[in-house]
């Protein structure tokens, strides 16, 4: 293992942010009992939050961004983990207030660790990353719910980003009918291609919401919030269930109670980062299991640790579909 590595790392001078690819020694590597020699990171709309400084998720420079990352464990003062053991880490602050992977290494608590699920490659667990382990949780979310693939029709908010696209891949295997919202109507082929069955402007979720509204939907996978979420709320069935995991759109809510009260709604949180473990080997097993890694390497394009920088502003300009894998090694 050598001494020193590159990384992407964000500073802060004079309340200006700025990033650059550096090269760090071990010296630098952050508090942790488990050092991991990353091989590939993923780029989601966090990190291009991040990388851009449109929102304050770094809480501490310098640091180094990315909230996931695959690799192989170097070295280990931890029992659950040796030399050698592939691993994912999804959440718990890393590329907040930990060190994260736009970089070939890192140093992470154990408990934070999920050991890679057999059969599974770095490169996919990255294809999929917290966005797809978040759309996991929320299919997760649904079934606790009590909803099947008998139940109705899924709607799918954010189509196109990652979250949407890889919760429609995973509902479609599953036998779900699954509509998919999206503001880029050019991605139709791509997202039917998925397995949405059909596609709505998400402008028809973008007016002043009711208090209730004509039923459309049995389930909700939402990515969006705000408004979309309000006029999503009004028109679920009865008993349907909304799984909420994201705020592109905004963290108000101008919604009215009676879709909960008047027709049994379930809003069902979903967060990503503090998932408790076993929730968090669930989810994974399920991903090896449920998603269709063919159609994971459709909507997955590749870069390299040199290019994060710029993609960070991609995705923030919504030039960016489906995942993006770094490739760090």
Not at 54 to 81: C, E, H, Q
Not at 164 to 175: D, E
């Amino acid at each position: 293992m050598s001494g020193t590595f590159r990384a992407i790392q964000i500073n802060k001078i004079d309340d200006k942010q700025t990033a650059a690819l550096v090269e760090l020694s071990d010296a630098d590597l952050m508090d942790g009992d488990v050092t991991v020699d990353i091989s590939h990171s993923t780029l989601n709309y966090k990190d291009g939050l991040a990388l851009t400084a449109k929102a304050p998720i770094i809480r501490k420079f310098p640091l180094t961004p990315g909230i996931d990352f695959a690799g192989t464990v170097s070295a280990s003062d931890n029992s659950d983990y040796k030399p050698g053991d592939a691993v994912i880490l999804n959440g718990w602050g890393v590329g907040e207030s930990h060190s994260g992977g736009f970089a070939e290494r890192a140093r992470v608590k154990g408990d934070w660790l999920v050991k890679m699920p057999a059969g599974m490659t770095a490169a996919h667990a990255m294809a999929i990353g917290t966005a797809g382990y978040t759309s996991m949780l929320c299919i997760m979310a649904l079934e606790d719910a009590g909803i099947t693939p008998d139940s109705g029709e899924i709607l799918v908010t954010g189509a196109a980003g990652g979250v949407g696209s890889v919760a429609i891949a995973i509902l479609s295997k599953l036998g779900y009918s699954v509509t998919a919202s999206t503001g880029r109507t050019s991605e139709e082929a791509f997202l039917k291609g998925l397995g949405a069955s059909s596609i709505v402007d998400r402008e028809e979720f973008n007016t002043p919401p009711k208090a209730l509204a004509k039923t459309r939907w049995a389930g909700c996978v939402d990515a969006v919030g705000s408004t979309t979420l309000a006029n999503v709320l009004s028109q679920m069935n009865y008993g349907g269930a909304v799984a909420a995991c994201g705020l592109a759109q905004g963290m108000d809510l101008p919604a009215s109670v009676a879709p909960f009260i008047l027709r049994g709604v379930r809003l069902q949180g979903v967060d990503s980062v503090m998932c408790p473990k076993p929730r968090r080997e669930q989810a994974w097993a399920r991903l090896a299991k449920d998603l269709d890694m063919a159609k994971l390497d459709s909507l997955t394009s590749h870069i390299k640790l040199d290019d994060v920088i710029a993609a960070g502003a991609d995705i923030m300009s919504g030039k960016v579909r489906g995942r993006i894998v770094v490739d760090i090694a």
